[in-house]
């Protein structure tokens, strides 16, 4: 183990968030099983306080996990000089078997994670926990997830070695046809041809995100188009967005962006990225509870609010990646 802070700070997040994640899933089971907002008896007058305790925790443990990516991708990119071969955060996750595992993981639990939030906000505007049940089901499908995460981020910190030899971002996102791993694949696709695709599947984003906001229809389909375009949009850093980024017709690594040298970047352009699907799912999340009478007259607003955001932050992630390109001296 490398004893680092950033080390420290990762291992203590994760088992914070797994301890309370399991805290609060414990009770979510009884709260399954047992609540009653019409029943005066003793055990929803207990389950009533728990929750409104439990609920509050969570806001602040699902908000340090979606915190917690950030933070591992940083660390990361930190210890990149400690590893021969590794130049960015791309290497360091290669050190042993666990680093991507754990990323991928800390991806889907951060889209988990803030769909929770999402719900747990609109069942404290209701005055009978409407979706109380809802969220805490949510929560026990998480927890196995969050569990997990913790498990695999303790065994790769905890078995880093830094006499290891590790690959470099230039071998792990090659576009020679030598080059094997998802990675390579990635960076092997056609950089003007995913251009295209990547314009074409965002217009049609916003598109369908701005006419669910000023028509009420299609929320459904917008929740899975945000979806669908957030994956396209990290395939696309790989592709293409990182060239201009770098300047150079080679290099496709998707952590070098993060970096000084290129003014922190790849944190701005994933912070919005990953803001604006957590808000497009959310609008499909809660759109089956739009005619819960303790909600009417809140959540169609909400709900609103949250198209905006995300088709806010896709155009402003839009915008940034047309700013690289324009202002590169790249010429594909």
Not at 113 to 126: M, S
Not at 175 to 197: F, K
Not at 315 to 328: D, G, H, K, Q, R
């Amino acid at each position: 183990m490398i004893l680092h802070p950033t080390v420290i700070a990762n291992l203590l997040a994760s088992c914070i968030v797994s301890f309370m994640v399991l805290y609060a899933s414990y009770y979510g089971v009884q709260i399954l099983r047992h609540w009653d907002i019409r029943s005066g008896d003793e055990l929803q007058l207990i389950l009533e306080r728990k929750t409104y305790l439990i609920s509050t925790l969570l806001t602040f443990v699902f908000g340090l996990q979606l915190l917690s990516l950030f933070l591992y991708i940083f660390t990361a990119d930190v210890l990149c000089p400690l590893f021969v071969g590794a130049m960015c955060a791309a290497g360091t996750l290669n050190v042993n078997e666990f680093g991507y595992p754990t990323l991928v993981l800390k991806i889907i639990n951060f889209i988990l994670a803030g769909i929770w939030l999402v719900l747990n906000y609109a069942d404290n505007q209701g005055y009978d926990y409407p979706l109380i049940k809802i969220k805490y089901l949510l929560l026990v499908f998480i927890a196995p997830f969050i569990v997990l995460e913790t498990a695999l981020a303790s065994a790769y910190f905890l078995n880093m070695e830094a006499d290891v030899i590790t690959s470099c971002c230039g071998s792990l996102f090659s576009a020679e046809e030598t080059a094997a791993g998802l990675g390579s694949e990635i960076a092997a696709l056609p950089a003007r041809t995913m251009m295209w695709v990547f314009y074409a599947a965002m217009a049609c984003t916003l598109a369908v995100g701005m006419y669910f906001y000023f028509r009420q229809k299609g929320g459904y389909l917008y929740a899975l188009v945000s979806l669908l375009v957030f994956a396209l949009a990290l395939v696309s850093i790989v592709s293409f967005i990182s060239l201009y980024i770098y300047e150079l017709p080679t290099h496709h690594c998707p952590f070098c962006i993060i970096m000084e040298e290129y003014d922190y970047i790849g944190y701005l352009l994933y912070i919005l990225l990953f803001g604006a699907v957590v808000a497009g799912i959310g609008i499909g999340a809660l759109l089956p509870f739009r005619h819960v009478p303790s909600l009417q007259n809140v959540l169609g607003g909400f709900i609103r609010r949250l198209a905006l955001a995300s088709v806010v932050l896709y155009a402003a992630f839009t915008a940034l990646v047309t700013y690289e390109i324009i202002s590169s001296n790249l010429i594909m």
